[in-house]
């Protein structure tokens, strides 16, 4: 089985910060690893992924992970973030080799700020 | 092309009364996921189907909740029954086996449920 921890329920940044969200998971098998974002009301986005190769993944709207095996762990960065970057992130696996099921973390709210 | 939509977006039930929520897949994919987003417990995967094999129904919290999927395309979520706790949005979601967007799944904006 696999979990995901996201330890940050919230994040506030100013705008034109940069930010980190942090995801560490745990498996007992290779995973991929993704990040969304939940706008209000909305359904997921998928952000980025992580499936294998290079461990520096960079996805939509300037943010960019880097997947670290011997922690265990998949952090999200944005160098600087705008106020539409608002919303709910949430960092999920799913098993390698065949489509499957992901495993979410309890997600992080990105609340930006003048 | 068309994302995945699903209906209704919104549904208010009374209590013990069953509901069907209805989840179009994107056109051409074989896999299709039903997941649940509710406060206390946050996203869970509910079932998920894969072309013509055996459903996945691992995530099922109770046998009050069923799934089918018709033609390999259109699934409905079925809730007999409904509980208060089962108050949550509902979210579909489909996949390809397709180099360029393997292993990513595409989501609807969801069905919020909510049981008086």
């Known amino acids: 089985a696999q979990s995901v921890t996201q330890l940050d329920s919230q994040v506030p940044v100013f705008e034109e910060a940069p930010v980190e969200l942090r995801c560490n998971y745990s498996s007992s098998v290779s995973v991929y690893l993704f990040w969304y974002v939940q706008y209000p009301n909305q359904g997921l986005q998928l952000l980025l992924k992580y499936l294998s190769g290079s461990t520096l993944v960079k996805g939509i709207n300037g943010f960019e992970a880097e997947f670290n095996k011997s922690q265990t762990s998949f952090h999200l960065r944005k160098p600087s973030v705008h106020i539409s970057d608002t919303a709910e992130y949430f960092c999920?696996?799913?098993?390698?080799?065949?489509?499957?099921?992901?495993?979410f973390g309890t997600g992080t709210r990105l609340q930006v700020t003048l | 092309g068309a994302g995945v939509s699903q209906s209704p977006s919104n549904k208010v039930t009374e209590k013990g009364k069953d509901v069907e929520l209805r989840c179009d897949p994107i056109?051409?994919?074989?896999?299709l996921y039903w997941y649940r987003q509710s406060l206390g417990q946050g996203l869970e995967f509910l079932i998920y189907f894969q072309g013509n094999s055996a459903p996945d129904k691992s995530g099922l919290p109770s046998d009050r909740f069923s799934a089918e999927r018709t033609g390999g395309s259109v699934s409905t979520l079925t809730i007999q029954r409904t509980q208060q706790e089962d108050s949550a949005v509902y979210l579909c979601a489909s996949s390809s086996r397709g180099d360029r967007n393997k292993e990513t799944q595409y989501f609807g904006p969801g069905t919020r449920l909510l049981v008086l």
């Open positions: 999920a696996v799913s098993r390698t080799g065949t489509a499957s099921k992901l495993t």
């Open positions: 056109s051409g994919h074989t896999a």
